[in-house]
């Protein structure tokens, strides 16, 4: 963590929003000792004394954003990211809380690996790591992990990550302990035997390139299956990237039936469809041939139709789907560069998420307004988490996000923060940009020194 000059900060006239506390106008926030000091009723362009300035006019400022999926690489990885570079990115993208995965090497599935992971992450990174850890031993899906060790270490909830608990006992011995525990199950929703191996979405696309496709229907049983274990065991499950209508009208049922679910949507899969696996940004092109793909859409759940986009919109928009989640997963240049059955799953997100969901905001606010979607960054995440976080409150850590709306730019992945550069989003102009981050009060992010 940067060392907090403790400054006293005063971010001045911007269109302070916080869905936390129902606000949304144009105040200023005062700053001190690295917490929340005050939003003021209303800008009135007099600052108290001794108040470093930042003039925020123009601009929207949010609490800072709260990822709960995050893969920061570190330990076992580091070419790909570390928790400095991962870190660096979060802030870059507005993030002050990322929850780190446990599919790390080792798998954070001890108290000295979390341990580990806390420490690094206190003395290198720029803002705050939440660990996750792992459900089962090695996240083989075999035998359980000491969940009460790793609760105890500090984690914020279970997962296998890209192995989801196929043995339904398992699953179901999981759900049970974390219901002392407090804590909720993250179980990646996929049924690999029904998935067979295939490496997008099963669809028209998937036939015209000759790709074997992955059924909506592998996450949809998965995810039907734990809502099932849910209701037994009376446990906290919380659906990672959800990606299917299927899985959508499952969530709609277990949330009336009263179940303790909540559920995340990735910024691909809200924005992006398998026609982008054509590598022409979304356009389908007249005829295939062996370069007409890009290795960069390969994740795990994959991209799927513009039906199931429409649907996940609908649902994060209606609060059916609770949160945001990055899914930030970095790769190699090497992962990537090869045919798309041999590529690994994954995307580099954390810098692109807020402007390419802002996209959306921007061409029919009707559809997602801009205060759902910051709620769906920030108070929705810190509800799941149970912290005070996500929130301007009096007393909350001073972790704020600067974005001008206006601001276009054009994505290039050279010039980000993440070690790796694996998006499809290259050269593509994005509106809404990410200005400045504060985390604790102290600024980890200024786009003027990096622009
Ligand atoms: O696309 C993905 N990448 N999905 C996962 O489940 C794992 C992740 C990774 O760790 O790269």
Known sequence: ?????????????????????????????????????????????????????????????????????????????????????????????????????????????????????????????????????????????????????????????????????????LMRQALAYSVDLGLPIINHAEDKRLGAGGVMNAGAVATRLGLAGVAAEAETAMVTRDLQLAGLTGARLHIPHVSTIGSITALRSAKERGLNVTAEVTPHHLTLTDEWVYGQHGEVPESVGPESYDTNTKVNPPLRSRADEEVLIEALAEGLIDVIATDHAPHAATDKICTYNEAAYGINVLETAFSSIFTLVDVDPKMLSLGRLIESLTAGPAAILGRDLGSLEKGYSADVTLIDPEMKWTVNPQAFASKSVNTPLAGVELTGRVVITIYQGTKVFDLRNHG
Request: with cysteine; glycine share 12%; proline share 5%.
């Open 1 to 169: 963590m940067l060392l907090a000059a403790r400054k006293k900060l005063a971010i001045r006239g911007g269109r302070v929003i916080d869905p936390a506390q129902g606000i949304d106008r144009i105040a200023d926030v005062l700053i001190s000792n690295g917490k929340i000091e005050e939003i003021t009723g209303k800008s009135d362009g007099h600052t108290p004394d001794g108040y470093e300035q930042i003039d925020a006019s123009g601009l929207i400022v949010s609490p800072g954003f709260v990822d709960l999926h995050t893969h920061l690489r570190e330990p076992g990885q580091e070419w790909k990211e570390t928790i400095a570079t991962g870190t660096q990115a979060a802030a870059w993208g507005g993030f002050t809380t990322v929850c780190a995965m446990p599919n790390t090497e080792p798998v954070q599935d001890t108290a000295s690996v979390v341990d580990d992971v806390m420490r690094r992450a206190e003395a290198v990174g720029v803002v705050r790591v939440l660990p996750i850890g792992a459900i089962s031993v090695g996240q083989n899906g075999k035998r359980l992990a000491p969940m009460g060790e790793l609760a105890d270490a500090g984690v914020i909830g279970f997962s296998d990550d890209g192995n989801p608990v196929s043995d339904a006992n």
